[in-house]
């Protein structure tokens, strides 16, 4: 495969898109559920890359640069381990293509 | 109960929303528009293709003031295995003047242009706004909704919800009924990638304004979904649409599926060089008509990718049509029932027989199995692998030994690839019943 393509770097990429960034954390993760879920599809789901394992079992949650899309919160089968809004109005991925 | 403060609120100011607020304010209704973005558009993400034939209806001679990249007159479907790919390009000149068929167009640019036309005709838009729930009366019909402004409740005759994919006023309004779980929606993960006008007309074959549109199956690992290239004027857009539960199953990123498709043989000179600009994604109601909730209930309307009124299937990645359209009966029915004094379910009824005359049910009805059988593993895995073969087998110069028939082609292909017969009469069957 070509490195030209898989090269941009994550952090490179979500540098295209604009967030305006709210106070409130619009999603919420549950700790102790997530330390006993095996599967933690979140981690590889999420577009944005928000969701990252920790060496304890466990995962680390940042809100701030969240494209709203519902991913997280559809492909989690844990009960009560995500706690999915939107931003407050006008806040959160501000995106000028689409 | 007092006076509403609006005939209509319009949750969302995506296409469905908008087209539900024109019509419902040229109707003389007063219509407010709630948007959670800071502007229309600025939540919104799609491949880039609309189809305007159905504002026809909306806007006589859209096409002379429809924000535009480019016209679509090159359709191609590719259907590709890691090292091969069996392309059908259908190029009509007559799609690049009027009436026009198919125009690719931002987002940013597109939800802006029709929330304007809203409020043209009267329309007041309220945005950086979230409606947070809605506003019941003590009979538990709709009666607004609440928004996370302060004191920010919006009462209204008609509630029409057009919050999309996730849409949370569909559910809180119970018009899914019992069914949970169903998990009919995909993720697209999108790159706009830049280029220089020249180089896009010269590398597709394009001219002025022509645009190429181009739909891709088998380039997602055999994750049920498909992929789509397009070209705007100096820019590209480049994705991948993969259903949820494959992708929670396969531990695959999404860019990585974005990545492979960059990088496969046929379209790495496409993208050769180009400078990403914007990275996105968004899920789509994938499931159709088998998985649309009820559409009206009492005080309240639903429309578009709330009401899963997308289609994706295959060679089709359509919604924008589908959302202008059914907003648009939602505003007149809206209009309707209060100028009849009935907003109840009942009253609200003629939204679906609307629906119904037209092709948004239409269409969405015909190709009800389009969905099961674009996403089956035949169609995803087998199929692709077995016409690439095929085609490479066929156009296979191999003397001095004798060509092969298409016949035994198919035989040993699809022997090769695990096609028995009969499933293939029967996919081929169900998609002429779909499509034919
Ligand atoms: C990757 C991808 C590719 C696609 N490609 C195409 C294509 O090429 N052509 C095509 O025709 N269709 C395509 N579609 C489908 C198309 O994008 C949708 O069908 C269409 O946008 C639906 O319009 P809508 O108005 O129903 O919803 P949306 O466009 O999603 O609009 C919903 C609006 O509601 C707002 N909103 C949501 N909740 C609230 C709330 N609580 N309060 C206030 N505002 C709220 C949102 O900010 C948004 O503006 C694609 C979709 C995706 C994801
Ligand atoms: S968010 Fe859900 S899927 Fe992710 S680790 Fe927690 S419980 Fe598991
Ligand atoms: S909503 Fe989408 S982008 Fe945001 S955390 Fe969930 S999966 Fe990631």
Same mark, same amino acid.
């Given at each position: 495969m070509n490195a030209e393509y898989r090269g941009i770097d994550f952090e490179d990429r979500m540098s295209t898109v604009d967030f305006r960034l709210s &106070?409130?954390? $619009?999603i919420s993760v549950d700790a102790a559920v997530c330390r006993s879920c095996?599967?933690?599809v979140c981690v590889h789901a999420c577009p944005a890359k928000l969701f990252v394992p920790t060496s304890d079992g466990g995962i680390l949650f940042n809100y &701030?640069?969240?494209? &709203?899309?519902?991913t997280c919160y559809e492909v989690c089968?844990? &009960?009560?381990a995500i706690t999915w809004t939107y931003p407050?109005?006008? $806040?959160?991925v501000v995106f000028r293509q689409g | 109960m007092s006076d509403p403060m609006f005939d209509v609120v319009v949750v969302g100011a995506g296409p469905a929303g908008s087209a539900a607020a024109l019509t419902a304010a040229r109707a003389g209704r007063s219509v407010a528009l709630v948007e !959670?973005? +800071?502007?229309?558009?600025?939540?919104n993400v799609y491949g880039g293709v609309v189809y305007? !034939?159905?504002l026809d209806e909306l806007v006589p001679r859209w096409w002379e003031q429809m924000p535009v990249q480019r016209w679509v007159t090159r359709r191609s479907t590719m259907v590709m295995t890691d090292r091969q790919a069996l392309t059908v390009d259908v190029r009509a000149q007559?799609? #690049?003047?009027? +009436?026009?068929n198919g125009a690719t167009a931002l987002r940013a640019d597109l939800d802006g242009w029709l929330a304007d036309l809203a409020q043209e005709a009267g329309a007041v838009l309220v945005p950086? =706004?979230?409606? =947070?729930g809605l506003l019941r009366a003590a009979d538990g019909t709709v009666r607004g909704v609440r928004t996370d402004?302060?004191?920010g409740e919006l009462s209204a005759g008609v509630v029409i919800a057009c919050?999309?994919?996730?849409?949370f006023l569909a559910k809180e309004a119970g018009?899914?009924?019992? !069914?949970?779980?169903?998990?009919h929606t995909s993720l697209g993960v999108k790159e706009t990638l830049a280029l220089p006008r020249e180089v896009i007309e010269e590398r597709f074959a394009l001219r002025g304004r022509d645009g190429l549109d181009m739909e891709i199956l #088998?380039? =997602? !690992?055999?994750?049920p979904g498909g992929g789509f290239l397009y070209t705007n004027l100096d820019s590209l857009s480049v994705g991948v649409v993969v259903g949820l539960d494959g992708l929670a199953a396969c531990g695959v990123r999404p860019e990585e599926l974005l990545a492979d498709l960059k990088a496969h043989p046929s379209i790495a000179p496409l993208v050769r060089g180009a400078e990403l600009k914007e990275y996105s994604a968004h899920l789509l109601p994938e499931g159709g008509y088998d998985t649309m909730?009820?559409?009206?209930?009492d005080g309240i309307l639903v429309a578009g990718d709330a009401a899963a009124m997308c289609l994706a299937a295959g060679v089709w990645l359509e919604g924008v049509n589908f959302a202008i359209g059914a907003g648009m009966y939602a505003g007149r029915a809206a209009a309707e029932a209060l100028a009849r004094g009935d907003t109840s379910r009942s009253g609200l009824a003629g939204y679906r027989r609307l629906l119904e005359d037209s092709f948004v049910l239409a269409d969405h009805r015909k190709l009800r199995r389009a969905p099961g059988l674009v996403f089956s593993e035949r169609m995803q895995q087998r199929y692709p692998a077995l016409l690439c073969d095929l085609a490479e087998e066929f156009f296979r110069?191999?003397? +001095?030994r004798p060509k092969p028939g298409l016949r035994r082609l198919l035989r040993r292909g699809a022997a090769a690839h695990g096609v028995r017969l009969h499933h293939l009469l029967s996919d081929a069957l169900t998609a002429w019943r779909s499509f034919g």
């Open positions: &106070e409130r954390a $619009h095996t599967a933690q &701030e640069q969240c494209f &709203e899309c519902g089968d844990a &009960e009560g407050d109005g006008g $806040h959160g | !959670r973005g +800071p502007h229309p558009g600025s939540k305007g !034939r159905v007559a799609w #690049g003047g009027p +009436p026009y950086s =706004t979230v409606a =947070t402004r302060p004191d919050d999309g994919v996730n849409s018009l899914f009924g019992g !069914r949970t779980g169903a998990r #088998g380039c =997602t !690992r055999g994750i909730p009820e559409l009206a209930g110069v191999d003397n +001095p």
